[in-house]
């Protein structure tokens, strides 16, 4: 086999060290969730699903790792914070890591492969209804 070389635009140090960062945060903020009483329902390399606000998680030191997360997030974003909100809702069905289902119309809505009907609207009360009847009546 024949060596293409180094990349121009990818580094694969740099793509190592910013996965485990990330890993390691999360790590640490499931961690910290669950010992002051909170719930880590599901965690995927670029989110997780949790009942806390955005706000708490701000709040948590991630055993030291926040503060140079936010100085990082910071430097390359102008912006401190390390938290966004993807999806909220007061109602889930979690039936693997990708697969999550809200009723609620802002909600959570990954179907973990399971197609709907080309008729159905992604996203929409009808998929989000037959996705949570199909999860819940399986048999086997």
Request: hydrophobic residues 40%; proline residues 3%.
């Amino acid at each position: 086999m024949e060596s293409v070389g180094g990349s121009a635009i990818t580094s694969p140090s740099h793509a190592a060290t910013t996965t485990s960062m990330v890993r390691a945060q999360l790590l640490a903020v499931m961690n910290q969730v669950a010992e002051t009483g909170g719930w880590v329902y599901s965690v995927t390399t670029d989110g997780f699903i949790t009942d806390f606000e955005v706000d708490t998680l701000e709040r948590l030191d991630l055993y030291g790792l926040a503060e140079p997360l936010r100085e990082a997030r910071e430097a390359l974003t102008g912006e401190a914070t390390i938290w966004e909100t993807k999806a909220q809702q007061d109602d889930l069905v979690s039936f693997t890591t990708r697969g999550n289902v809200s009723l609620s119309p802002n909600g959570v809505c990954a179907h973990n492969g399971l197609k709907r009907p080309d008729d159905v609207a992604e996203d929409s009360v009808e998929d989000r209804e037959m996705l949570l009847r199909a999860v819940v009546t399986r048999d086997g």
